[in-house]
């Protein structure tokens, strides 16, 4: 928590929001994903990149979270932010935002700021 939100930073001192769901994955549900070459800045290329078939084909979307699913925020109509499901007092999202760093949030903190698409995925072991 409270780690900083650098462009590119893959950790342990700084994160963007995929490097700090791939470093909770590896480390805490031994799940290996690819990184993602993309300028954080550009909200569009952050939603190209997230939306890529071949990324989420190991993917299935799921309506009920569990401790380890991957989210998908967006503003508009595609995701531009990801963050990790935890099942910490009655379930919220580990992501890292520019501007804020490394935080938790409800669901409903996050549609309250303006996220309002959530969806969750479960990778496919």
Not at 7 to 21: R, T
Not at 48 to 55: D, I, M, P, T, Y
Not at 105 to 120: A, D, F, H, M, V
Request: hydrophobic residues 40%.
């Amino acid at each position: 928590m409270g780690r900083p939100w650098v462009n590119g930073g893959q950790g342990p001192d700084a994160f963007d929001c995929w490097e700090l769901v791939r470093n909770v994955l590896d480390r805490h549900f031994n799940i290996q994903v690819p990184a993602v070459d993309i300028d954080a800045n550009c909200a569009k290329a952050c939603a190209l990149a997230l939306n890529h078939g071949k990324r989420k084909s190991n993917w299935r979307k799921v309506t009920a979270p569990k401790e380890g699913d991957v989210v998908l925020m967006a503003h508009a109509k595609y995701p531009s932010h990801v963050g990790i499901w935890l099942d910490v007092d009655q379930g919220g999202i580990l992501h890292c935002m520019r501007g804020a760093g490394v935080v938790y949030s409800t669901p409903t903190k996050l549609r309250l700021s303006g996220w309002g698409k959530i969806e969750y995925y479960r990778y496919k072991k």
